[in-house]
């Protein structure tokens, strides 16, 4: 993103400012964080900690502590409660944090008054995973989305959040008939964000055509979804020979990678390998991603790739499916692919339904154990009425006439 821009001046807090994740130093040292999670009974607290752990690592920072509680409903003013914020504020103060994370989402006055008890930072999930889509954000149309969805989020945070931005502006030059700083901050805002919105609809426009191409050559399009860390990049890599970045880590793909395979029996397959959900994912961040996950939505067959050495992993599966609903794309068909089987005591195989259909594979991406199985489901789905030989033992043959090319131009900011 750019350093500087005429719409961004005048901004009266520091967070307004837009931050590019390519300015951050790269040896910086790992900013201290105190993490706080409240129990309120709806969700495993062993998972939700570990998960908020990776959230924070990935975000580069150094988990000092993890402090638990458990209540029967958010507090109105402090979110835990005054006696518990105090203890955070404490806590905080001896283990040297500089940032307080709560693992829930906070009202603009929750996290005002905590910061004032604190004396310091305090960010919420919504806010944690935006810093990290912003950190990992490569090409010019991730950028846009992730700029998008934290102006959208930080406009929320300008009613009741800082009581300064409410003063009018005076001095010479600047009276009239009066604009407070709070209103420059919105008009500010709402001017980046329509110019935004009009270069990702543009971009939207561009990926429906490509998409039509493709549908007049009658290539199928196979979309791969999954919770983040379930490892869809990795099954991406080796389906199609490529070389997408990979890693252990939440969120490791934010941009959508497009490959052309050759498969027997099924002819030319296009793989997207499309960024991972996560719970309670941001609204903002749905709605801003939305020209990504067209995709998602526009593919013929949905690879549903699952962690099964997750213990959550049922949770996981009704978190992608929630977020598919929410884009639209509940209605494309779906095969479930349970990943890291190396990791369990389950074999590499399918799973047919009553038609003889098969709903799943079990498989180990990292290994390469399974994936025959993966490529008579894709098959057999290209062409149902098929009775062709069996392609189970035959590999990929790799196309590289998409691997130069990317799905977009890179848009000039």
Same mark, same amino acid.
């Given at each position: 993103?750019?350093?500087?821009?005429?719409?961004?001046?005048?901004?009266?807090?520091?967070?307004?400012?837009?931050? /590019?994740?390519?300015?951050?130093?790269?040896?910086?040292?790992? #900013?201290?964080?105190?993490?706080?999670?409240?129990?309120?009974?709806?969700?495993?607290?062993?998972?939700?900690?570990? @998960?908020?752990?990776?959230?924070?690592?990935?975000?580069?920072?150094?988990?000092? #502590?993890?402090?638990?509680?458990?209540?029967? $409903?958010?507090?109105?003013? !402090?979110?835990?409660?005054?006696? &518990?914020?105090?203890? +955070?504020?404490?806590?905080?103060?001896?283990?040297?944090?500089?940032?307080?994370?709560?693992?829930?989402?906070?009202?603009?006055?929750?996290?005002?008054?905590?910061?004032?008890?604190?004396?310091?930072?305090?960010?919420?999930?919504?806010?944690?995973?935006?810093?990290?889509?912003?950190?990992?954000?490569?090409?010019? #149309?991730? &950028?846009?989305?992730?700029?998008?969805?934290?102006? #959208?989020?930080?406009?929320? $945070?300008?009613?009741?959040?800082?009581?300064?931005?409410?003063?009018?502006?005076?001095?010479?030059?600047?009276?009239?008939?009066?604009?407070?700083? !709070?209103?420059?901050?919105?008009? !500010?805002?709402?001017?980046?964000?329509?110019?935004?919105?009009?270069?990702?609809?543009?971009?939207?426009?561009?990926?429906?055509?490509?998409?039509?191409?493709?549908? $007049?050559?009658?290539?199928? %399009?196979?979309?791969?979804?999954?919770?983040?860390?379930?490892?869809?990049? %990795?099954?991406?890599?080796?389906?199609?020979?490529?070389?997408?970045?990979?890693?252990?880590?939440?969120?490791?793909?934010?941009?959508? %990678?497009?490959?052309?395979?050759?498969?027997?029996?099924?002819?030319?397959?296009?793989?997207?390998? %499309?960024?991972?959900?996560?719970?309670?994912?941001?609204?903002?961040?749905?709605?801003?991603?939305?020209?990504?996950?067209?995709?998602?939505?526009?593919?013929?067959?949905?690879?549903?790739?699952?962690?099964?050495?997750? =213990?959550?992993?049922?949770?996981?599966?009704? @978190?992608?499916?929630?977020?598919?609903?929410?884009?639209?794309?509940?209605?494309?068909?779906?095969?479930? +692919?349970?990943?890291?089987?190396?990791?369990?005591?389950?074999?590499?195989? +399918?799973?047919?339904?009553?038609?003889?259909?098969?709903?799943?594979?079990?498989?180990?991406?990292?290994?390469?154990?399974?994936? =025959?199985?993966?490529?008579?489901?894709?098959?057999?789905?290209?062409?149902?009425?098929?009775?062709?030989?069996?392609?189970?033992?035959?590999?990929?043959?790799?196309?590289? @006439?998409?691997? /130069?090319? =990317?799905?977009?131009?890179?848009?000039?900011?």
């Amino acid at each position: 993103m750019m350093d500087t821009d005429p719409a961004q001046a005048g901004l009266s807090d520091p967070r307004l400012a837009r931050q /590019s994740a390519q300015s951050r130093p790269p040896g910086r040292v790992a #900013e201290r964080v105190l993490i706080v999670q409240v129990d309120f009974g709806d969700l495993d607290l062993d998972e939700a900690v570990q @998960e908020v752990h990776m959230l924070a690592e990935s975000a580069g920072a150094e988990v000092a #502590e993890i402090m638990t509680c458990r209540r029967d $409903r958010p507090d109105v003013a !402090l979110f835990v409660g005054s006696g &518990k914020a105090a203890e +955070v504020a404490e806590r905080a103060k001896a283990l040297d944090a500089g940032l307080v994370i709560f693992n829930h989402g906070l009202s603009p006055v929750q996290q005002r008054n905590l910061e004032q008890l604190v004396h310091g930072r305090v960010i919420d999930r919504t806010s944690l995973i935006l810093d990290i889509f912003a950190l990992r954000a490569q090409s010019a #149309e991730g &950028k846009l989305q992730v700029e998008l969805a934290q102006l #959208e989020h930080l406009a929320s $945070r300008l009613i009741r959040g800082w009581t300064h931005l409410e003063r009018q502006r005076g001095g010479i030059g600047l009276r009239g008939p009066g604009e407070t700083q !709070l209103e420059t901050d919105r008009r !500010l805002i709402g001017t980046r964000v329509k110019m935004l919105k009009e270069r990702l609809a543009r971009l939207a426009r561009q990926r429906k055509t490509q998409g039509r191409a493709r549908s $007049r050559q009658g290539v199928l %399009t196979i979309s791969l979804v999954g919770y983040t860390n379930a490892g869809k990049s %990795t099954l991406f890599n080796a389906l199609t020979h490529s070389g997408a970045y990979a890693a252990d880590q939440l969120f490791a793909t934010l941009d959508t %990678t497009v490959r052309r395979v050759w498969l027997p029996e099924a002819g030319n397959v296009v793989v997207a390998d %499309t960024v991972g959900f996560i719970r309670d994912l941001p609204h903002t961040l749905v709605e801003a991603f939305k020209a990504t996950l067209e995709t998602t939505t526009q593919a013929d067959l949905l690879l549903h790739v699952i962690d099964a050495a997750n =213990p959550a992993r049922d949770l996981q599966i009704a @978190e992608v499916n929630k977020v598919l609903s929410e884009i639209g794309a509940s209605h494309v068909p779906q095969i479930r +692919v349970y990943n890291k089987c190396d990791l369990t005591a389950a074999e590499p195989g +399918v799973e047919r339904d009553a038609y003889g259909k098969i709903t799943r594979v079990r498989l180990s991406a990292q290994t390469g154990a399974g994936l =025959p199985w993966l490529r008579t489901a894709i098959a057999e789905f290209a062409r149902p009425d098929s009775s062709g030989p069996d392609v189970s033992g035959m590999p990929f043959q790799y196309s590289s @006439e998409l691997a /130069s090319t =990317p799905l977009l131009p890179d848009v000039d900011q």
